[in-house]
């Protein structure tokens, strides 16, 4: 199962997602996408970001990466 979250900031879509991996930890992944861009370069992909006990604490962290990812792009 994987579940996913969307929000837009500073000019992207945020796509937080978490998935259960086979010892019962949660992967952060994350997808980020220009809104002004319909390429390929403008759509960035992270997985495996870090591992969390719980799918919400994966969520946050994916999120809490992105906007810090974000910022610091400028």
Known sequence: MQ???IQHY?????QSSAH???DGSFSSNLLL????SARAEG???????DYF??????????TQW????INTRG
């Open 3 to 5: 579940n996913r979250r």
């Open 10 to 14: 500073n000019g992207y879509a945020v």
């Open 20 to 22: 259960r991996l086979s």
């Open 33 to 36: 996408e220009r809104i002004d």
């Open 43 to 49: 759509r960035y992909r992270f997985y495996s970001l």
């Open 53 to 62: 006990k719980s799918e919400e604490q994966a969520l946050q962290h994916s």
């Open 66 to 69: 992105a906007l810090n990812w």
